[in-house]
């Protein structure tokens, strides 16, 4: 492997402040939560921060303290620590009995090796699983100025808001918290600063080497999910191509508002088939004020293929997506 | 426990047999320098470890320097202090060593092995303060502090675990590669429910691959080595 330094802060700003000194002596650097994919990166060379090549410093958050934890905040959500592990989010019984869609999210990622070591924040963050990405091609989200899925094999790439690259977000947890409509604490060398975690993917046409807004010395600090203003029930579902220890081909996060048997409103989140967690608002707005029937559902679902664009060897992820959406609404209602 | 171990005997073996070099002339007078066996002269040139417990590393301060001095410095390095089976170690680590690069090629454990490197195929699993994780996906430098279990340190007294005896009743182990990510990963899982389903095994047991897929044989094996023996 690449030698490389690595760090111990204790503080979310000694991290910073790390990752600040090693860019102002022209050395890249990587913050690293549970390292698991980012050592897969360095050891193949690949870039993790487009433009600054393999790093040179790694900044370890393990040490930091009091950011592995799900709490109870102020206002009555929860305030899910940055470093919080995959196997901790689904195994916690606030999550699992509240917000039911992010526990069966952690619960979905790949194995129990991975979701010890791996991170809320670290599975937000980590970088496309294109094949081209992965295996040294040259390609937008390297720093490079191509997509090599557009002409080669798309099967699993983008059939929403794809273009100039047309990678999918990979991440299980992120559909999940931007349909809880979570809030992202972002630190920096400015300070905090906290956004919707809508707000908080990019698209490639907006900025083709990234996936979110953070620059290189800044760190995801926390999720904070707000308190529901009823009854919530939710899920997700996803589908993949062996029963486990993979990637999403389409996935769905269904978070239900209840009153009673009607649903007030709705939010549907899918992944696996965007280069960022892809809301779907048509679909949300017919379940506005309904009682959830399984003819509601179907309607649902095809609304939440409108505008879809298939490539050459993807065009199956369109039915596939349609009946996700259905079943996962289903699913979130049937909850008691 | 055969299978799990490296054939330390067989590396030194060729030496010692090589008659027609021991029977050198131009080498007599360096007996005493080239008289270590493969393994420590790589142990002794590629690392300096400081170890706190007693490490066979008699060959580390007579062993040559690797001649590379300037790459060496230039490799940044980290003092840490881990348990490995209850040993504890305090050991000279490069930052880009994984926690599987440590304990097989620096501490002489070779139990957990090498497949894929790339966090897949989990035969590297070895458990950390309790859990499995992939050794070969963790830096050792971040387990500075923790306590690591390997395969070397199931079984109690010298005697394999009742787990281990399964699976060489339920013939778990075909080449036998896999079979001590396998174990790491079952002995966790046996760990925090003692008597799982077969589902909750094979669940449990995804993140460890099996080439010879030999998948039925292991589940029966640890659910034999259950509470209730499976029933």
């Known amino acids: ?336 | 426990m055969d299978e799990f171990r490296e054939p330390d005997a067989a590396d030194s073996a060729p030496e010692n047999g090589d008659t027609s070099r021991s029977g050198s002339a131009r080498q007599e007078g360096h007996t005493s320098e080239f008289d270590v066996s493969r393994r420590d002269f790589i142990g002794g040139t590629g690392a300096t470890i400081v170890a706190a417990n007693a490490m066979p590393l008699g060959a580390q301060e007579a062993a040559p320097s690797s001649g590379n001095d300037l790459a060496e410095t230039e490799v940044p390095r980290s003092r840490i202090a881990i348990t490995v089976n209850g040993a504890r170690h305090q050991v000279d680590v490069e930052d880009r060593w994984t926690l599987n690069e440590l304990l097989r090629d620096h501490l002489e454990l070779t139990g957990s092995k090498l497949g894929c490197n790339r966090g897949e195929c989990g035969a590297c699993t070895v458990l950390v303060d309790g859990e499995p994780v992939y050794s070969c996906s963790t830096l050792a430098v971040w387990a500075d502090g923790r306590s690591i279990l390997t395969v070397e340190g199931l079984g109690e007294g010298g005697a394999i675990s009742r787990l281990q005896q399964a699976f060489i009743e339920h013939n778990a182990p075909q080449c036998g590669f896999c079979t001590s990510g396998q174990l790491m990963s079952a002995t966790a899982l046996l760990e925090r429910n003692a008597n799982p389903t077969a589902n909750e095994v094979r669940e449990a047991l995804a993140g460890n691959l099996c080439r010879c897929s030999n998948y039925n044989a292991i589940v029966e094996a640890v659910l034999a080595a259950t509470e209730t023996g499976g029933a």
Not at chain 1, 66 to 79: A, E, F, P, S
Not at chain 1, 104 to 122: F, H, K, P, W
Request: charged letters at 20%.
């Open chain 1, 1 to 336: 492997m690449k030698a490389f330094v690595n760090e111990n802060p204790g503080s979310i700003d000694e991290a910073v402040m790390l990752a600040q000194a090693a860019l102002r002596e022209g050395r890249s650097v990587s913050f690293a939560g549970g390292g698991t994919d980012l050592l897969q990166l360095v050891k193949e060379r690949v870039p993790n921060r487009p433009g600054s090549g393999v790093p040179d410093v790694l900044v370890n958050l393990k040490r930091v303290a009091g950011i592995d934890q799900v709490t109870r905040n102020d206002q009555g959500g929860l305030t899910i620590g940055g470093l919080t592990s995959l196997t901790d989010l689904g195994a916690n019984p606030q999550l699992r009995d509240r917000y039911a869609v992010l526990a069966e999210a952690a619960d979905s990622v790949a194995t129990r090796q991975i979701r010890n070591a791996g991170t809320l924040a670290g599975n937000v963050c980590q970088r496309p699983w294109c094949w081209y990405y992965r295996n040294g091609f040259d390609c937008y989200k390297a720093g490079g100025n191509q997509c090599f899925s557009i002409a080669g094999e798309n099967q699993l790439h983008a059939i929403f808001g794809g273009g100039p690259s047309f990678i999918v977000h990979p991440s299980d947890l992120a559909p999940a918290l931007v349909a809880l409509d979570a809030r992202f604490r972002v630190a920096g060398p400015g300070g905090d600063r906290s956004l919707s975690s809508n707000d908080f993917f990019v698209l490639p046409n907006e900025d083709v080497a990234h996936e979110n807004v953070l620059g290189d010395d800044e760190l995801l600090v926390s999720a904070v999910i707000p308190e529901p203003s009823g009854e919530i029930r939710s899920h997700f579902y996803k589908i993949m191509d062996r029963e486990t220890w993979t990637h999403a081909v389409v996935s769905a996060a269904v978070v239900l508002e209840m009153d009673g048997e009607i649903c007030r409103t709705a939010r549907i989140v899918l992944g696996g088939v965007a280069p960022i967690p892809w809301r779907v608002p048509a679909a949300e707005r017919l379940l506005a004020d309904q009682r959830v029937t399984p003819e509601l559902a179907d309607s649902v679902g095809i609304a939440s293929i409108e505008g879809a664009r298939p490539l050459a060897k993807n065009a199956y992820k369109v039915p596939l997506t349609r009946r996700v959406v259905e079943r996962a609404v289903l699913a979130a209602a049937a909850r008691a």
